[in-house]
T-cell receptor, first 112, second 116 residues
Framework: KQEVTQIPAALSVPEGENLVLNCSFT??????LQWFRQDPGKGLTSLLL?????REQTSGRLNASLDKSSGRSTLYIAASQPGDSATYLC???????????FGKGITLSVRP | DTEVTQTPKHLVMGMTNKKSLKCEQH?????MYWYKQKAKKPPELMFV???????INESVPSRFSPECPNSSLLNLHLHALQPEDSALYLC???????????????FGQGTRLTVV
């Protein structure tokens, strides 16, 4: 059974800092990995999708990497801003039914 | 347009009420999903529809009844819910099911449901 882990559960950094959020998964047989952002009480916003054949994807200040063999992904946020404060979830798609398995998320707080 | 629209945004219902949640997407996606999310927990899959047919039911109680009237719409009918069913209900869509590596899931903003 696929398990996705995100540690730590919460992170607080000063504005301007570059930071890395980690995600690990137990079964490397995935089709893709997706990073989402969730603001309190809101839905999920897709940030980046990394296909199983890819090593990384970039969007603006965000860069996500994938190492399937070691079961790890990282989300790099450059020059963090208070507006980046949110919960970041990673999810893996590992099945024929495109069922996403989510980590518990990392709640990020960027202090002005 | 990568938008999934859910209505209503908030819903308060009694345990004897019948209500429905609605979800709509116009991206031409053929897979649609219902997820349930409790506070400070990750989303949990409830149902998956593929080409308007129910593909997955994650052993959800029958008081939740999904319906996919057409390829753009997904409903979740609620009846005789319990207070513990209070949660954020999220709808999502993706291009289609299957072993496709570029299938990106798009989520709506959710319906905050409170059962009293």
């Amino acid at each position: 059974k696929q398990e996705v882990t995100q540690i730590p559960a919460a992170l607080s950094v000063p504005e301007g800092e570059n930071l890395v959020l980690n995600c690990s998964f137990t079964d490397s047989a995935i089709y893709n990995l997706q990073w989402f952002r969730q603001d309190p009480g809101k839905g999920l916003t897709s940030l980046l999708l990394i296909q199983s054949s890819q090593r990384e994807q970039t969007s603006g200040r965000l860069n996500a990497s994938l190492d399937k063999s070691s079961g790890r992904s990282t989300l790099y946020i450059a020059a963090s801003q208070p507006g980046d404060s949110a919960t970041y979830l990673c999810a893996v798609d590992a099945g024929a039914n495109s069922k996403l398995t989510f980590g518990k998320g990392i709640t990020l707080s960027v202090r002005p | 347009d990568t938008e999934v629209t859910q209505t209503p945004k908030h819903l308060v219902m009694g345990m004897t009420n019948k209500k429905s949640l609605k979800c709509e997407q116009h991206m031409g996606h053929r897979a649609m999903y219902w997820y349930k999310q409790k506070a400070k927990k990750p989303p949990e899959l409830m149902f998956v529809y593929s080409y308007e047919k129910l593909s997955i039911n994650e052993s959800v109680p029958s008081r939740f009844s999904p319906e996919c009237p057409n390829s753009s719409l997904l409903n979740l009918h609620l009846h005789a819910l319990q207070p513990e069913d209070s949660a954020l209900y999220l709808c999502a869509s993706s291009q289609e099911l299957g072993r496709i590596s570029n299938t990106e899931a798009f989520f709506g903003q959710g319906t905050r449901l409170t059962v009293v």
